[in-house]
Nanobody, 124 residues
Framework: QVEVVESGGGLVQAGGSLRLSCAAS????????MAWYRQAPEKEREFVAAVTRTISKTYYADSVKGRFTISRDNAKNTVYLQMSSLKPEDTAIYFC?????????????????WGQGTQVTVSS
């Protein structure tokens, strides 16, 4: 069993920055790949970024490459999403996910464990 809790969302102007945090508990943190997803109103949940459990290899959606950075601190059982150059289209609820894995095709499969989400709103 893994519990993940997101924090750090808020309201920011376009071009600004935010850092999201996801604290995980319940089993050894470095066993799990960690990822961020987001869901905008009336849209499906989509992959944002992931970081692997050992060598911290990272994966990003094309829409956030060069603007978002995912990282993890295994000593703190926490994964971060640093978001810069935010755009109104980044407005969404951001969810932390544990236990997924990258696909050979280049995608990413989500894991079983989800947080409740944190709202990010980018004003124009």
């Amino acid at each position: 069993q893994v519990e993940v809790v997101e924090s750090g969302g808020g309201l920011v102007q376009a071009g600004g920055s935010l850092r999201l945090s996801c604290a995980a508990s319940g089993r050894t943190f470095n066993r799990d790949n960690m990822a961020w997803y987001r869901q905008a109103p009336e849209k499906e949940r989509e992959f944002v970024a992931a970081v692997t459990r050992t060598i911290s290899k990272t994966y990003y959606a094309d829409s956030v490459k060069g603007r978002f950075t995912i990282s993890r601190d295994n000593a703190k059982n926490t994964v971060y999403l640093q978001m810069s150059s935010l755009k109104p289209e980044d407005t969404a609820i951001y969810f932390c996910n544990a236990g997924g894995y990258p696909a050979y095709s280049g995608g990413y499969y989500s894991g079983f464990y989800w947080g409740q989400g944190t709202q990010v709103t980018v004003s124009s």
